[in-house]
């Protein structure tokens, strides 16, 4: 066992000097290993077999490595010397470049001065030049007369590169032709002019169609106001056209004959009002539709897809609610009116299709009764119409009041929410609390919305109501003061 440990502590070193020793030789550029047959070794005298004959190897070629030394060790003192005269030359030639690098920074430094000299005032019109080129590039880019003739800039992108280098003076032409590129600009916008470009629109299509520029502020086509994309270079049609008085200036405009003389919807900002214009809720949008938010899912009451939320939805049912009772009330009691009326001109033939000719039926049935009987009955055929004249103003009124407190419970919801979304997000971007302002503000506007009709609707109803009952109170107290006169009995006061 001891022999087998000392024979493998001798073999690994070998292996190891096996795999290294080959790949050391090979990068010095000597070929050893075809001195060598090495046999694949089974077992462990194999091994230590193979391992002696790499260990001669080795000998013999360290051998020759030293008599090829000793064969150049007189030539070493010649190539020494050699190497240091090469050095001295190099040092030399370093010397003469740098002195002539000097003169040259000299001279350069020298001539830059006269460059400056020379120039003089004309260094001015460099940067004059380069400002008023990169100027109008600017501008032609965010020009709408740029759909109209594209490209026409990208040549003062380089002449103001280069006037900036100041290295090479403009040419007349060069100046001659920004001027006229500014004038040409100014010509421009006050023309009003149709031609043929490439929209897109919102299906994902491109059309080629006509359209029509306004000077430098808005172009147009048949659907209304288009969109010039400064980014994309492209004419875009809007998510959505702005209000009916702005587009309707633009689709008279598209439909006029040249001479005629049209008002028209000019965007001074060329393009961001109108574009915050069509941002801009509509009434839709902020009262909601009826049945939008239960269509895609949104919500499950009706108007609930507004800006108003829940508390706007139900505020606008029970405004709904509200008006439509006042309404029929409104019919009714016209209608009833006009029959009292009637019937008041004609005593004598009571009809029992208004109340004022039931509670003459009932002096008519109760003719023969005394007069404070009379009094009765007529009293208790009041009573019976009054609940049908009254019906429903109670609630018309309930709803009058009920509706602002609505509205300001709605307020108080969106301060809620305004306030978690603070907390949530901080107050730098006004955005997340604009859902919750929204809120408060569109319940309260609805709520007063709601109140103020009602509110008027309730007094009116109620004074028709109130008239019709005074009518019949009136008449009343005629027939039981005749019954009385016609009887001789004294009338009786009631309380």
Same mark, same amino acid.
């Given at each position: 066992?001891?022999? @087998?440990?000392?024979?493998?502590?001798?073999?690994?070193?070998?292996?190891?000097?096996?795999?290294?020793?080959?790949?050391?030789?090979?990068?010095?550029?000597?070929?050893?290993?075809?001195?060598?047959? @090495?046999?694949?070794?089974?077992?462990?005298?194999?091994?230590? =077999?193979?391992?002696?004959?790499?260990?001669?190897?080795?000998?013999?070629?360290?051998?020759?490595?030293?008599?090829?030394?000793?064969?150049?060790?007189?030539?070493?003192?010649? +190539?020494?010397?050699?190497?240091?005269?090469?050095?001295?030359?190099?040092?030399?030639?370093?010397?003469?470049?740098?002195?002539?690098?000097?003169?040259?920074?000299?001279?350069?430094?020298? *001539?830059?001065?006269?460059?400056?000299?020379?120039?003089?005032?004309?260094?001015?019109?460099?940067?004059?030049?380069?400002?008023?080129?990169?100027?109008?590039?600017?501008?032609?880019?965010?020009?709408?007369?740029?759909?109209?003739?594209?490209?026409?800039?990208?040549?003062?992108?380089?002449?103001?590169?280069?006037?900036?280098?100041?290295?090479?003076?403009?040419?007349?032409?060069?100046?001659?032709?920004?001027?006229?590129?500014?004038?040409?600009?100014?010509?421009?916008?006050? =023309?009003?002019?149709?031609?043929?470009?490439?929209?897109?629109?919102?299906?994902?299509?491109?059309?080629?169609?006509?359209?029509?520029?306004?000077?430098?502020?808005?172009?147009?086509?048949?659907? #209304?106001?288009?969109?010039?994309?400064?980014?994309?270079?492209?004419?875009?049609?809007?998510?959505?056209?702005?209000?009916?008085?702005?587009?309707?200036?633009?689709?008279?405009?598209?439909? %006029?004959?040249?001479?005629?003389?049209?008002?028209?919807?000019?965007?001074?900002?060329?393009?961001?009002?109108?574009?915050?214009?069509?941002?801009?809720?509509?009434?839709?949008?902020?009262?909601?539709? $009826?049945?939008?938010?239960?269509?895609?899912?949104?919500?499950?009451?009706?108007?609930?897809?507004?800006?108003?939320?829940?508390?706007?939805?139900?505020?606008?049912?029970?405004?709904? !609610?509200?008006?439509?009772?006042?309404?029929?009330?409104?019919?009714? *009691?016209?209608?009833?009116?006009? =029959?009292?009326?009637?019937?008041?001109?004609? $005593?004598? %033939? $009571?009809?029992?299709?208004?109340?004022?000719?039931?509670?003459?039926?009932?002096?008519?049935?109760?003719?023969?009764?005394?007069?404070?009987?009379?009094?009765? =009955?007529?009293?208790?055929?009041?009573?019976?119409? +009054?609940? %049908?004249?009254?019906?429903?103003?109670? @609630?018309?009124?309930?709803?009058? !009041?009920?509706?602002?407190?609505?509205?300001?419970?709605?307020?108080?919801?969106?301060?809620?929410?305004?306030?978690? &979304?603070?907390?949530?997000?901080?107050?730098?971007?006004?955005?997340? +609390?604009?859902?919750?302002?929204?809120?408060?503000?569109?319940?309260?506007?609805?709520?007063?919305?709601?109140?103020? $009709?009602?509110?008027?609707?309730?007094?009116?109803?109620?004074?028709?109501?109130?008239?019709? !009952?005074?009518?019949?109170?009136?008449? &009343?107290? #005629?027939?039981?003061?005749?019954?009385?006169?016609?009887?001789?009995?004294?009338?009786?006061?009631?309380?």
């Amino acid at each position: 066992m001891r022999q @087998i440990s000392r024979t493998l502590r001798l073999v690994f070193p070998a292996v190891f000097a096996l795999a290294v020793v080959p790949g050391h030789a090979q990068e010095e550029g000597e070929v050893i290993g075809g001195e060598l047959e @090495i046999v694949e070794a089974n077992t462990l005298d194999e091994l230590l =077999k193979n391992v002696e004959d790499r260990r001669v190897v080795e000998n013999a070629e360290n051998v020759r490595r030293e008599q090829e030394f000793r064969a150049r060790r007189d030539q070493q003192s010649k +190539m020494l010397d050699d190497a240091r005269a090469e050095k001295r030359r190099l040092e030399r030639r370093g010397d003469q470049l740098q002195a002539r690098y000097d003169e040259n920074e000299i001279r350069i430094g020298t *001539l830059q001065d006269q460059y400056n000299e020379r120039l003089g005032k004309l260094r001015e019109l460099f940067g004059v030049l380069q400002q008023v080129a990169g100027d109008t590039r600017s501008r032609f880019d965010e020009s709408i007369i740029s759909a109209q003739y594209p490209n026409r800039g990208e040549w003062l992108s380089d002449f103001a590169q280069r006037m900036g280098q100041a290295t090479q003076l403009a040419t007349i032409d060069e100046m001659e032709e920004l001027w006229e590129a500014l004038l040409r600009e100014a010509v421009e916008s006050g =023309k009003v002019t149709r031609f043929t470009a490439e929209v897109d629109r919102l299906d994902g299509s491109r059309e080629d169609t006509e359209v029509m520029r306004v000077g430098a502020f808005a172009v147009i086509d048949e659907t #209304g106001y288009v969109n010039y994309d400064l980014d994309l270079d492209r004419m875009v049609e809007l998510g959505r056209q702005p209000e009916a008085q702005f587009k309707n200036t633009a689709d008279a405009l598209f439909e %006029a004959e040249p001479g005629d003389l049209v008002s028209f919807a000019v965007d001074p900002t060329r393009g961001s009002l109108t574009r915050l214009l069509i941002q801009k809720a509509t009434f839709g949008e902020m009262v909601g539709t $009826p049945f939008g938010g239960i269509a895609d899912g949104h919500c499950y009451l009706p108007f609930c897809d507004g800006q108003g939320d829940y508390p706007g939805s139900i505020i606008i049912l029970v405004g709904i !609610i509200g008006v439509l009772l006042a309404i029929e009330r409104l019919i009714t *009691l016209t209608l009833v009116g006009r =029959k009292v009326n009637q019937q008041r001109n004609q $005593p004598e %033939a $009571p009809s029992e299709d208004n109340p004022l000719g039931r509670v003459i039926k009932v002096y008519d049935d109760n003719r023969d009764v005394d007069t404070e009987t009379l009094e009765l =009955k007529l009293g208790e055929g009041i009573l019976a119409e +009054m609940p %049908a004249l009254t019906r429903n103003i109670a @609630i018309i009124q309930v709803i009058s !009041i009920v509706a602002p407190l609505m509205g300001l419970l709605g307020t108080v919801i969106g301060m809620i929410e305004t306030f978690q &979304s603070i907390t949530l997000f901080g107050a730098g971007d006004p955005k997340t +609390m604009a859902s919750g302002i929204s809120t408060a503000l569109m319940t309260t506007v609805l709520g007063l919305c709601v109140a103020i $009709p009602t509110t008027l609707l309730h007094a009116i109803v109620n004074q028709r109501s109130r008239s019709i !009952i005074h009518i019949l109170d009136e008449q &009343s107290a #005629g027939i039981v003061a005749q019954h009385a006169e016609e009887s001789g009995q004294p009338v009786t006061e009631t309380e």
